[in-house]
């Protein structure tokens, strides 16, 4: 069952402005959530990660995410984002059967314009 | 150096002969998986394996098989390909489900 969702397939933003990439769930309990990113041609790479604590989650590459549990979010953001950051993200979390598997959403493609 | 190696990266083959895609990573890492990448469906889990002979469905087993009959190796062996199961698949390990997943380059595999 999805239990992790991307509601914007492409977004786009210009060099230098500030990103926000949503990412809801649906799960009973506190849930661990993940962003990942992959860049054209390539594998994926951990952006970060919850698991408890601090709901504010500092990542690679001047990335962060906040995690509400009011609003069922976990949304990844970016102060000032670079042409490189071009690329797929991805949230995932556990799969709302089971929590032993992983649930990813369809990715948000992000297009960086001059 | 620490990863994941699949092979083969690239595999045209044609309905109903059967396949393997080998997965191996040198993490020493208890969760394994695979997954499929399709456009407009991002990564959906097919098996995963949360320790040797510890084996479960993801989202989309139908059509796959998985052992883990070592610690480092986990195959994906589709028993007979059908062209629905064109797509590009990632094997991961990590530590526990919860732990960062380390992917390995990807297989694209076309069925005719």
């Known amino acids: 069952a999805q239990s992790v969702t991307q509601p914007d397939i492409h977004i786009t933003v210009s060099e230098g402005a500030s990103l926000e990439l949503r990412c809801n769930y649906s799960?009973?309990?506190?849930?661990?959530l993940f962003w990942y990113v992959q860049s054209p041609g390539q594998g994926l790479q951990l952006l970060l990660k919850y698991f408890s604590g601090d709901t504010l989650v500092q990542g690679i590459k001047g990335f962060e995410a906040e995690f509400k549990r009011s609003q069922s979010s976990f949304n990844l953001r970016k102060p000032s984002v670079h042409w490189s950051d071009a690329a797929e993200y991805f949230c995932?979390?556990?799969?709302?059967?089971?929590?032993?598997?992983?649930?990813f959403g369809k990715g948000t493609s992000l297009l960086v314009t001059p | 150096e620490a990863q994941v190696t699949q092979n083969p990266r690239y595999l045209i083959t044609v309905t109903g002969k059967k396949l393997t895609v080998t997965c191996s990573q040198n993490m020493n890492h208890e969760y394994m998986s695979w997954y499929r990448q399709d456009p407009g469906l991002g990564l959906r889990q097919i098996y995963y394996?949360?320790?040797?002979?510890?084996?479960d469905k993801g989202d989309v087993p139908e059509g796959y098989k998985v052992s883990r009959k070592e610690k480092r190796n986990f195959p994906l062996i589709l028993e007979s390909p059908s062209p629905n199961q064109t797509s590009l698949y990632f094997c991961?390990?990590?530590?526990?489900?919860?732990?960062?997943?380390?992917f390995g380059p990807g297989t694209r595999l076309t069925v005719l």
């Open positions: 991961a390990s990590s530590l526990g489900v919860v732990n960062e997943q380390f």
């Open positions: 394996s949360m320790n040797v002979e510890v084996t």
């Open positions: 799960y009973g309990a506190t849930p661990y």
């Open positions: 995932a979390g556990p799969n709302s059967n089971s929590g032993y598997a992983l649930n």
